[in-house]
């Protein structure tokens, strides 16, 4: 699955896939398999410039992410993995964020201990341009003569997808995606299952399927989120849509008599606009599919993504307020908070995700997320105090999410990442963050104990001695750093990206009733620089 860096998680509000005004589909926009990749100029978190140029004669994985993206997250551990694997091969990697700021790159990067340099650039960047950008993750391998030999808009999994693609780049080739799950796609989106050529009823009935057949396909694609099983080519999917919806625009717009007819082809045609970039023409084409179907959702969610991408930050508000009324729900609210900030009404936004909070307090999941988003509102408007107690929230309700919900570690996880981007952004003095952890354990660490994932930040180089207090007699509080665990205290140094990993392990070695309150100071040269705090749950 593919995730919009607009809305997330999808909602009544799902826009549509892309199709085409004429019967002759066009070719999606964005570098094509084959031909040389764009050429780009990018500056890592760390500050080095980095160029297409600079990896001739590697081959180059280019991964394009977000912390917020749950396929981002799922597919990461196996990138570290062929990272690694690839290290001496002449195989270089890069990650690229497109939507958030180079201290939430850092934050994220440190806690998944991602091995290769990282850039964080506006989704509005050259790049992002360049490459159509427009789902998340995207993974692009070019070969060491700088061609183009995988687009994969979709999360790698498993890993052996991404080796083929490497592999296959390496000997100037391109490995096909061919599973059982694409299979099922082709033939959904068969033309031969849609045919046009009856009378007038007959048309309108197969325009109609196509246009489910879609959204189906759609619908499909989302439900493989997490399964390894149903990978898929999502570019390819979409030129098979985009063939699909072109037949049936075209037979469509001869016959078409009333608003049921109108709305559907002005809805398609908005479609074809928005999947080639044509925002003006998109914006107006769902301005049409409104005038003959008022509230129509799929039309209004269309319009205010051609909004966004036009930059018309008030016309957005305008619609997603629209879409929050008809359609009140936590991601209808986020939504129209989000788009409230970014037009620069913080107070307004604040009230939306106040909503959206009340309308999620009983599903942990829901309150998770829609704090997440909130904290990150507040971040950029430069609030650090409600941001912080926004990702406090965010972490408590994901605390609430029962065990073997991914959700649970994701959202723990983003939660702390926002505290860490905070301290990180500050960028003087030290700080730490305590969060349950997540993920496999450090090598070293002991098993049946009670773990946290502690984040210290603080200047590049700076040398900071760690102590665990509060814990019952006989308990033992651990901290597992670089391969080595010792109890009770320890001493680390802040690597050059301004954050270090440490897992902290309690170790309780004799019963004891009620919550047990186990505090971390920091001291550097003898002197008090940070505290946290945790309630420890046996």
Known sequence: MTI?????????????????????AQELPGPMVGQPAPAFTLTTVDGKTVRLSDYRGKTLVLNVWGSWCPPCRLETPDLVAEAHGDAGRGVAFLGIDTTEPASMVRAFSAAKEIPYPQVATSGTSAFATAYDIRNYPTTFVIGPDG?????????????????????????????????????????????????????????RANAAKAAAAIANADDLEDDAMDDSSRDHDLIKTQAEEERLRAAAIAALAPIASGDADAALLARLRGDEDAALGRWHDAYAAYADAL??????????????????????????????????ALAPSAPAFVTLGRAQAKHGEVAAAELAFERAQQIAAATPPSLAWTNLYYGRMETDAG????????????????AQIAAGDPRRDWYLEQAQEGEVALDVARGRGAALSLAPWTGPDLPGSVASTVKYRLVVTGVAGAH???????????????????????????????????????????????????????????????????????????
């Open 4 to 24: 919009s860096s607009r809305v997330w998680p999808a909602a009544a509000i799902v826009l549509a896939s892309v199709c085409l005004r004429a019967a002759q």
């Open 291 to 324: 005038a003959h179907a008022p509230g129509d959702l799929a039309a209004l969610g269309g319009q205010a993504y051609a909004a966004s991408e036009l930059g018309d930050t008030a016309r957005v508000v305008a619609v997603d307020a629209q879409i929050a």
């Open 383 to 398: 609030n650090r105090a409600k941001a912080r107690a926004a990702f406090a929230r965010a972490a408590a309700a994901a």
């Open 464 to 538: 900071l001695d760690l102590a665990a207090s509060g814990l019952p007699q006989h308990w033992i509080g651990s901290f597992c750093t670089d391969r080595v665990c010792a109890p009770f205290r320890t001493s680390v140094v802040v690597p050059a990206d301004g954050v270090k990993v440490v897992e902290f392990q309690v170790v309780p070695t004799t019963p004891h009733g009620g919550p047990v309150h186990v505090r971390i100071d920091a001291t550097h040269g003898g002197q008090a620089a940070a505290t946290v705090a945790a309630v420890v749950r046996v």
């Open 147 to 203: 061609v183009l030999r995988a687009r994969h808009a979709d999360n790698l999994l498993p890993r052996a997808q991404l080796h083929a693609y490497i592999v296959a780049a390496q000997h100037g080739e391109s490995a096909p995606l061919e599973t059982a799950f694409q299979a099922q796609l082709d033939a959904l989106l068969a033309p031969a299952q849609y045919p046009f050529d009856g009378d007038a009823a007959s048309v």
